[in-house]
DNA sequence: AGTGAGAATTAGAATTGTTCTAAAGTGATT
DNA sequence: AATCACTTTAGAACAATTCTAATTCTCACT
């Protein structure tokens, strides 16, 4: 299929394009977090990518994720002092956090919105980021996460 | 003052209703926060309270600032998996992280924006709590912070 | 004023998530 | 084949926070 050859193009790109090695790992790390898109944390990630590569460390695993952060492949969003989480999606957009399953939920910013945010701050800040997290009840699961 | 008294009134008023104990540690590391309100850490409070109450400790510290938020007069602001911070500003405000400095400035949020914000979650979402957290540089220090 | 039960404080150990270190592996380049 | 930079790996180290168990304090009740 289209998407999961197309992303990895661009892993493939993104990463000689910084002269790094487009390793098996670094490939499988990214493969998971496209193939779940649950904002999984980094134990979690190691735990699904091992039976792939069995012989992967999670100290590899968080090289990988910081790797692909670095690159603007993939988003990290922390809720609290949770651990770290990892979103392949790269469209602008915020977070859900629902406090009874944990489960987190990527919300579609409407074209504008970040920018309007921006307004309320004074003269001489200069946002280069926003971030907006809601916390709450989710409705129905409806798919996966 | 009337602000030093008054929130300390309050301060009080909150443990007493809760069945807490208004103990020396408790009003100290809240007053502490009143006079700087530059959103420390806890350690930060530790270093700031101890020339007060030499023998506190940071198991204290921690108590009561938990303490403090559990009956919602401080709040607590995570920036990435930076320490726990601790700000005493009960107004509905965004943050502003200085990435030069480190430092974190309150942004006043104008009326009915939260709401508005909160808009953009499709139904069955329901929000307890919005937060907005900008990154970037900031002018003119212009105070405390 | 004295007592006792529960609440709070304290020091230090333990825990969690993450980063660091040093050694071994990989693969292109000479 | 030797070299070199980059990468992976296991385990140690680290930072922030929470837990534990002992002690101290508070305060309602005598
Ligand atoms: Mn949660
Ligand atoms: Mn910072
Ligand atoms: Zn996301
Ligand atoms: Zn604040």
Redesign the interface.
Known sequence: MATSDNSRQVLLERLQGSGLRPTPQRELVFQSLMAQRDHPTAEEVFARVKSQIPSISLATVYNCLETLVARGLVR?V?F??GP?RYCPNLHPH?H?HD?ETGST?D????DG?LDQ??T?????????????????????PAGDN
Chains 1, 2 share one sequence.
């Open positions: 990290s922390n609290e002092r770290t915020a859900f406090e939920h919300i579609d910013l409407p919105l945010v921006k309320i701050l004074p003269p001489g800040y200069d946002a280069s980021s926003v971030e907006i997290i809601f916390r709450g009840k989710a409705a129905q």
